[in-house]
């Protein structure tokens, strides 16, 4: 009865009929067409992703594909748009519910679509869907952004059963593939050892990249892959789809390639114990999965994302960003005002925009002397730090730099007064001994009083330093323990309940200060996903700053993020490289410095100064311009990339000897993303103060043509060499 009231109430807005003859759903970029038709049997089906077909007319040539099927009121098994659970397809659903009578099957049905123009480049499309025997709704949202060919995809799903259903699987998206081989390239890791790319052919059966980490996407898996869809991918050729998931928590990736040879890949949150009740009413909005399709290599994809990055998706994704010296490496949790004075003279010294105070300025009655006391209160730590924040703020602008403060507001060490005044608020297990993870625990933001102390740590530090210009803001520790205070008898929903929350924070922190850049950090790089990176400026791309394995990390998170976004700094690690190798590699992203200068010698010192004023002077190509990958360090005993500004008026090379062999054969590097008609002038800067440029035909003019066909001979046998070469239009 209840059932017949709810699809007569839907029937006023939208009737459900029969939907043959429904024109297909197209969803372009200017490179990328997918395209949805509705089947006789009135299910949404994929029938096209691929190259933008020219003609609009022969989208009637579309068909479901049959395999499997030839009756038309049934078409095929497979290739539907959102697949639910129970029905004549056998492989991993995109949806899955119990319904208040226990039955677990969805079948969803097309119902109508919309599609709005956002402005001349963005298009979004609304497509719903419903149950005929259940009154469970579901809207797959798409977002086109055409010139950076970018698609955007996730799902809501509502409901009203009488009481809560449960949803065990609830993707963002699902998209299938036709080729003769799927080739995957993940981004697996660790600690210090972000983002490592290897690559395999896809075979029958599921592959799954997934994290349960609970409070950040990434440790040993990146939330993001790539799959070559005509052999493995190449940098400047093929077929590749780039795709990624925003979600700051678990995630999963699912490549199933099926009986017959044709490839599905589910994304979305993990839903590892995380079987969702869902209230009558409530909506579930799904993550964010991002993607594009390049047919011409993982270059051309890397540089659309960055390019959709930087306009639509990044905090204060157009503007600039502050270089700065941050204390860490240099100081450890040893500091008081003094020393920071003088550190803040030397930011001055270097030429950089920011001073920035890392771990170590807070708590009294457990002072933060280590990471073993003290997170969870903020207040400054007075035997150190005397004059508090608003004296640091000050010293800083009397040096003539601005004043940014580390933070790690989401967790809590047991020794603290946070934790013995709200142990409730804490992660941890009631009946268990408790694990710790660098010491600490993960605060329960599925709490919103917790969410409100969360804010109230940023907002009580602005309040009281309205100039404090930034925040690097840090989450050290996974979820461990697994239980929250809060859900009591809900814990399934805690997974996703405690990303709400930290969104909640972002998303209050961002409303209140829309200007205040900020920097994401997990214990290096382990917060990288682009829904938290819609509140954050840049993030920490690792701990591990030898400038070697930087060069592999910073190769591997280009393929998905812009330099601006990549915070890259100058340390001690791997002392065995000169200065100017450990700079030249940080060079190539926001560039900045966590090394006392007075371990420089004199030219050292010189050379970072030069360095800041030649970075400062080529801002605008390194942050904002074209990235091209020329030389593969995962291929060669060398690598080189290179920014060209978007008029292609200025480039910036870099090039760097790892290791390489004795008497090894140097191959000339061909530039691009040049103009080829127009003539530049290749100069080397970044030399060590009374060297001279090696270069070969260092200050001469070529024309782009030849750069990018003849090329440069850059490269050396020198061990951990560098080169940073400016290229000008003349
Ligand atoms: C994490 C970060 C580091 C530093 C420390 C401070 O490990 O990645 O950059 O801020 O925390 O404890």
Redesign the pocket.
């Known amino acids: 009865m209840r059932k017949e009231l709810f699809a007569a109430s839907l029937c006023a807005s939208f009737c459900l009929t029969a939907a043959s003859g429904q024109a297909p759903v197209r969803i372009s970029t200017h490179e990328t067409d997918l395209i949805l038709s509705v089947a006789p049997n009135g299910r949404l089906y994929q029938t096209y992703l691929g190259k933008r077909l020219a003609n609009e007319a022969d989208l009637v040539h579309l068909t479901y594909n049959t395999q499997g099927g030839s009756d038309a009121s049934s078409p095929a098994r497979g290739w539907e748009a959102y697949p639910g659970s129970g029905a004549e397809d056998y492989f991993e659903p995109a949806l899955a519910i119990t319904h208040n009578d226990g039955n677990m099957t969805t079948i969803l049905s097309f119902v109508s679509s919309e599609t709005k123009k956002i402005d001349d480049n963005v298009t979004e499309t609304v497509i719903y869907l419903q149950d005929k025997v259940y009154p469970v709704e579901v809207a797959l949202r798409y977002v086109a952004y055409g010139r950076e060919n970018i698609l955007k995809s996730w799902s809501e799903i509502r409901h009203r059963e009488k009481k809560p259903v449960t949803l065990w699987r609830y993707a963002s998206n699902m998209l299938y593939f036709e080729r003769a081989a799927y080739h995957l390239v993940e981004f697996n890791g660790d600690w210090a050892k972000e983002v490592q790319m290897s690559a395999q052919e896809l075979q029958f059966g599921k592959k799954v990249i997934e994290t349960k980490l609970g409070s950040r996407a990434a440790m040993h898996a990146h939330p993001f892959f790539e799959l070559g869809l005509d052999g493995p991918p190449r940098e400047n050729g093929g077929s590749v789809l780039l795709g990624t998931i925003g979600w700051t928590g678990n995630f999963q990736f699912t490549f199933e390639v099926d009986h017959a040879g044709n490839l599905r890949l589910l994304s979305g949150i993990n839903p590892y114990a995380s079987a969702y009740e869902l209230k009558p009413g409530e909506v579930f909005t799904t993550p964010e999965f991002i993607f594009t399709l390049s047919d011409e290599g993982r270059g051309q994809a890397s540089r659309n994302i960055h390019n959709w990055a930087r306009r639509y998706q990044l905090k204060d994704g157009q503007g600039d960003r502050l270089t700065l010296l941050n204390n860490?490496e240099a100081t450890g949790f040893n500091f008081d005002e003094q020393k920071l004075e003088q550190l803040m003279k030397e930011a001055k010294t270097l030429g950089v925009d920011m001073f920035l105070l890392?771990?170590g300025w807070f708590a009294n009655k457990y002072p933060r002397a280590n990471?073993r006391a003290g997170l969870g209160d903020w207040d400054v730590n007075r035997a150190k730090l005397p004059g508090g924040i608003p004296h640091l703020v000050q010293a800083a602008e009397d040096a003539g730099v601005k004043f940014g403060l580390?933070i790690?507001p989401e967790m809590v060490n047991p020794k603290s007064e946070l934790f013995e005044n709200h142990p409730d608020w804490v992660i941890h297990q009631p009946n268990r001994q408790t694990y710790y993870y660098r010491n600490q625990l993960v605060l329960d933001l599925a709490n919103p009083k917790v969410q409100d102390y969360v804010f109230g740590i940023v907002d009580k530090i602005m309040t009281e330093n309205p100039t404090l210009a930034y925040f690097?803001w840090?989450c050290?520790s996974p979820v461990t323990n697994v239980y929250s205070p809060y859900l009591k008898e809900k814990q399934n929903q805690l997974y996703v309940d405690h990303v709400r929350g930290v969104y909640n924070v972002f998303e209050r922190v961002k409303e209140k200060y829309p200007n205040l850049p900020m920097m994401l950090?997990?214990?290096?790089g382990a917060r990288c996903d682009y829904e938290a990176m819609k509140y954050f400026t840049e993030f920490?791309c690792s701990?591990n700053t030898d400038p070697v394995e930087r060069l592999y990390i910073q190769w591997g998170f280009s393929q998905f993020f812009p330099s601006k976004a990549m915070a890259a700094h100058v340390t001690s690690w791997n002392k065995k490289t000169s200065i100017k190798f450990r700079t030249d590699v940080a060079m190539t992203c926001k560039l900045g410095f966590d090394i006392s200068l007075q371990e420089m010698e004199e030219k050292e010192l010189s050379y970072c100064r030069d360095a800041v004023a030649n970075y400062n002077r080529l801002k605008d190509v390194i942050l904002d311009g074209d990235l091209y990958r020329l030389v593969s360090p995962y291929e060669t005993n060398h690598t080189a990339v290179m920014h060209v500004a978007q008029n292609r008026d200025k480039a910036v090379l870099y090039t760097y000897d790892i290791y390489p062999r004795f008497g090894e054969k140097l191959l000339p590097v061909k530039l691009e993303g040049l103009d080829a008609s127009k003539t530049y002038r290749v100069e080397e800067i970044n030399l060590m103060p009374g060297s001279r440029s090696r270069l070969a035909g260092n200050g001469k003019t070529y024309t782009g043509d030849y750069l990018m066909k003849a090329g440069l001979n850059v490269f050396t046998t020198s061990s951990t060499n560098s080169r940073v070469i400016e290229i000008t239009q003349q």
């Open positions: 860490w890392d771990d990471d580390w790690e690097k840090d050290n950090c997990s214990g290096g920490w701990d």
